[in-house]
């Protein structure tokens, strides 16, 4: 018995410091790193936007998809991609998106047309809503609830905007030689990474019962499909029979997903959490953080090349400016997560993007770019606070078990708020032919407009009753 203990003993070691080296720390930092690269490439589009329209020769009424792909995609396919990670396993999940995404950004690369380049976006969303729903899943394993969580969740929101930063500066620097280099970057190191997810991270789960609700799922993809494609239509005449019959489709799908999900064994919502004030505030932030904040963010590079003319290096530059901030700001205010709540950050937020926007208003028309660098820092505050508290709510608005279905509605309503921002932005920034610099201070005022309905939206819901745990958060 001496003998075999003694064997076993360097063995036993060797799996505590495996357990070390793969524990908690390393689960974050690949969470948060493959994360990131899913939100660069997300991003990408946005300072190849023109390039991109150059060699498809994709008219105005068709750019939005190609920047509406990925959003459609995650929208469509978060919630289910949580229930499937809660399921069937998050690690299960985490690996195969991460591969996916890999698999369709290179798809993305050789595209031809806008349609081919649209539907590589799609599946693209669909491989980054595996990721993103599983993510918040391993984390909230991985770290028990308090302040350890609280911390983990900062560093977690902080790949978004780190993302965000270093997407467009990548692949607008390789869209000065071809703007398909960047996209072959992301590609590569997606494929990598999915070894190294395969070492460090151990396989959770939460299960249920029953199947995805897969109806749920198109019913929800065919009416953001109708919403987008009325609003990307709707900038040439609203009350042409197409636009208005593509509104009434978004109304009946949306009515139909409400039916699937009362009726379904296993939604994709689970429908008590409509009760749930912090739920709702957190969902709703999401909504307006698309509308109001990614919405304009990623039209307005291509308003910039357009307008004052700066290169797609030189606009990433400035989106590496808003995006930097606002990775700074969601790190540092985890130092503050016990003294300030979670919805009164996210007020705070939007109030902050909102004088952002405003701020830069009149600098497009007078052809300065440095005077839009304030509003730009005041926004990338305002969006630092925002992707720190989301987090926050998404998780702490659902029980320990629901994690990744929390993240899942979470980031679906943010992703439908972009791609609904998106359509919006393009059609208030070319509402006047021949007058693109007043299209672009139209959106801003939009913008700002959207923010602050956001502040007021989330401050009321955390009024309600039943919402004290919020204000203690």
Known sequence: MGYRRSSAHPVERARVRQRTAHGPRGVLALTGLVTAIALMDYNAPMPTLRAMVTDFHTPVSEQAWLLNGTPLGLAALLLVAGSLADDYGRRRAFLIGTAAMSLTTGLGALATSTLTFALSRIALGAACALIISSSLGLIAHAYPAGHARVRALGIWGASFSAGTATGPLIAGGFAEVDWRLGYVVFAAVALLLVGAAARVLRESRSPRGGRPDMPGALALGAALTALLSALTLGRDGWLRAPVVSLFVATAVLAAVFARIERRSTT???????????????????????????????????????????????????????????????????????????????????????????????????????????????????????????????????????????????????????????????????????????????????????????????????????????????
């Not at 739920?279 to 307006?288: E, V």
């Open 267 to 473: 939604p994709m919502i689970d429908p008590s959490l409509l009760r749930r004030p912090l739920f709702l505030a957190s969902t709703t932030g999401a909504l307006f953080t698309g509308l109001g904040v990614i919405g304009l963010y990623s039209f307005l590079p291509a308003v910039l090349q357009e307008t004052i003319g700066i290169p797609a290096i030189g606009t990433a530059w400035l989106l590496l400016l808003w995006a930097g901030v606002s990775s700074v700001v969601a790190l540092q205010v985890r130092r503050l997560a016990h003294r300030v709540p979670a919805l009164r950050q996210l007020a705070l937020g939007f109030v902050l993007n909102a004088a952002g926007a405003l701020a830069m208003l009149g600098a497009v028309p007078a052809g300065s770019w440095p005077r839009l660098v304030p509003g730009i820092v005041v926004s990338g505050i305002g969006t630092g606070l925002l992707n720190a508290a989301l987090p926050r709510l998404a998780v702490d608005s659902v029980p320990p078990e629901r994690a990744a279905m929390g993240s899942g509605a979470n980031n679906t309503a943010r992703y439908i708020g972009s791609a609904v921002g998106v359509a919006l932005t393009i059609t208030v920034a070319t509402a006047f032919p021949g007058r693109p610099a007043h299209g672009a201070d139209l959106a801003f005022a939009v913008s700002a407009c959207l923010s602050l309905a956001g502040a007021a939206t989330v401050l009321a819901l955390g009024g309600r009753p039943g919402s004290r745990r919020a204000r203690r958060s």
